[in-house]
């Protein structure tokens, strides 16, 4: 299983991004997907997170701000990230809780992340 992101870079604070992630392989179904990040010198923190039916979950931080998504379909997870702050600067890194395998040989669920994005927010 590999999970690819995209739609990281630089803006201006005010601004917006948003973060695809992919996941890919031998899937047989995702519980929950999530985005984390991880500023210089801080831990990894949870940012936003959604089930497989919709219910989200966030971070005090960016409640209001950012906005979780899912396509089950595409087993892809998007990140809306608005109004930017010089502290919203961080690797941002998807995870997704997966279920691989075949529906006859289930393998799971484990946890797999992508490889991060660079979000920089800066005048």
């Known amino acids: 299983v590999q999970l690819v992101e995209s739609g990281g870079g630089l803006v201006q604070p005010g601004g917006s991004l948003r973060l695809s992630c992919a996941a890919s392989?031998?899937?047989?179904?995702?519980?929950?997907m999530g985005w984390y990040r991880q500023a210089p010198g801080k831990e990894r923190e949870l940012v936003a997170a959604?089930?497989?039916?919709?219910?989200?979950n966030y971070a005090d931080s960016v409640k209001g701000r950012f906005t979780i998504s899912r396509d089950n379909a595409k087993n892809t997870v998007y990140l809306q990230i608005n109004s930017l702050k010089p502290e919203d600067t961080a690797v941002y890194y998807c995870?997704?809780?997966?279920?691989?395998?075949?529906?006859?040989?289930?393998?799971?669920?484990?946890?797999?992340w992508g490889q991060g994005t660079q979000v920089t927010v800066s005048s």
């Open positions: 995870n997704a809780r997966v279920i691989s395998g075949t529906i006859f040989m289930r393998k799971g669920p484990y946890d797999y």
């Open positions: 392989g031998s899937i047989v179904s995702i519980n929950v």
């Open positions: 959604i089930s497989s039916g919709g219910a989200t």
